[in-house]
């Protein structure tokens, strides 16, 4: 009887416990911006969870905070977390995959415009600096940055270098890598023309950088990606001469021309004239 009377105890504690804890739990259903066991909010959680993830490179992990509540969490803590504003520059940095990239765009596009406070490069700059060859998720980064934001393409980072000089820079002996300058000169053509800090354009930087061929197919490669410099460059100024602007630069050249006809005339006339006054004074 005693066993019975402990056993029924035993039950009925069990029993409020569980009540007990599905209250609790029903409750921080019902409070579904703040953690009630420790008092947090959701969304610090959320943002905490959100750079751990990045740091370790826990692509699934983010993938799931991301999407956590219909995506709904992740856009409040993206749109109003300041901790949060060179999240896309850290993701990038880490090489996450390209739908990881997307994503955080998708919910806040003006990241794409964050540069780094030293380097002065945007994210879509990080993308194009890596130091390794080009991967097919990469490129498909660098297309998702170039179309969501493509005057990051003609931005110039502290070295003078744009998104343009860094893939030169790098090696271009694959087909992602084709891919990949063709997105960024498509993005912003008026980078062909622009130099560096060493007075360095893209394609001259690819010249000086590109390693000599080993096979039949990195060289392949490498005349593609010299194609698609060389059209960029043909159509942008094709384009700029047509333009208002290119007329203006036109007339502008036409008038300094002109300036210099004038002044070698007026030289030569001077120059002559003294010579006349000096032949008249030798007379004298």
Not at 4 to 14: A, L, V, Y
Not at 137 to 154: N, W
């Amino acid at each position: 009887m005693y066993t019975t009377d402990n056993n029924i105890k035993s039950m009925c504690t069990t029993s409020t416990h569980t009540n007990s804890t599905s209250r609790m739990q029903m409750h921080r259903r019902r409070r579904g911006d703040i953690d009630i066991t420790c008092r947090v909010p959701l969304k610090d959680i959320a943002s905490q969870r959100i750079l751990k993830n990045v740091e370790l490179q826990q692509w699934e992990a983010l993938r799931v905070t991301l999407n956590q509540n219909n995506g709904d969490l992740a856009k409040q803590v993206l749109l109003q977390d300041h901790h949060l504003t060179k999240i896309l520059l850290l993701v990038c940095q880490h090489d996450a995959p390209s739908d990881v990239i997307e994503k955080i765009v998708d919910i806040k596009p003006e990241l794409a415009q964050e540069k780094n406070d030293g380097s002065q490069q945007t994210p879509l700059h990080v993308l194009c600096g890596k130091a390794t060859p080009a991967s097919q998720e990469r490129t498909k980064a660098i297309r998702v940055l170039a179309e969501r934001y493509p005057q990051a393409a003609i931005i110039m980072d502290s070295n003078g270098n744009t998104p343009l000089h860094l893939l030169c820079r790098t090696p271009c002996d694959s087909a992602h890598a084709v891919s990949a300058v063709e997105a960024v000169s498509l993005a912003g053509p008026a980078a062909m023309t622009m130099e560096n800090h060493d007075d360095e354009t893209p394609m001259e930087m690819f010249l000086l950088s590109q390693a000599t061929a080993v096979t039949v197919r990195e060289e392949e490669y490498q005349n593609e990606v010299l194609k698609v410099l060389n059209r960029t460059n043909i159509k942008y100024l094709s384009n700029f001469k047509s333009s208002p602007c290119g007329e203006m630069y036109r007339l502008k050249c036409c008038q300094q021309a002109v300036f210099a006809i004038k002044r070698t005339s007026v030289s030569s006339a001077t120059t002559s004239t003294c010579s006349l006054s000096d032949e008249f004074v030798s007379r004298d």
